[in-house]
């Protein structure tokens, strides 16, 4: 299974969801520019990490985010000026700390949603098909929420920025700027997910050709 997961043909499939989230990232912060003034949008760009994670499971998943975290810290990343802490060791690891929460981990953890492919795959009820997806989806968008909320109370709190009337002097104000954009993404992409595995399940799962081919090629092996 290992090879499996990591052939030529899941390595493919990984490049082009990652590529097709990246741009799905781009165009909503496009349209979101300027709405949320520390960054943060609205839309459909988990969807392809789900859709690749329930595919072809964990690590699969995992390495697809992480190819969309690398691409889109190519277009620039904002780091908060570590100078301005009073601890000593957020003034030497703080850059790297809010990179990872900000960005790497961001679209990397939404991968984890692969660890509940089995349980989807091996239901034949629709209902419990749909259970796995709520709560793998779920686990996926809330781990994402935290990695933004973390940051946002270590880091970005008293920059003089204010939202919903909530100055940043507190983590409150992480909770809520962070939620405004990561809720709305963690229920139109549970939506969009359960959408596809009720009328395009084969978006889900690997071609029975496919698995035939890996059957035939571990028992010549074994022979």
Known sequence: MKKQKFSTRVLAEVAIFAALAFALDALQGGIFRGVFASGGSIGFAMVPILLISYRRGLFPGILCGLIVSLVQMLGGIYVIN????????????GPFLQIMLDYILAYT???FAGFFASLYKKNEKKSLKCLWIVV??????????TCHVVAGGVFWLNQGASFWN????????????NGAYCIPNLII???TMLLIAKFYPQFLETLETEKKEVKEIEESKIK
């Open 82 to 93: 570590a100078s301005s802490f009073e601890s000593s060791f957020l003034q030497v690891m």
């Open 109 to 111: 953890v939404v991968g």
């Open 136 to 145: 793998g989806c779920g686990i996926a968008g809330l781990l994402k929420y």
């Open 166 to 177: 909530i100055a940043d002097t507190s983590w409150l104000y992480s909770f809520l700027y």
């Open 189 to 191: 992409c549970t939506g």
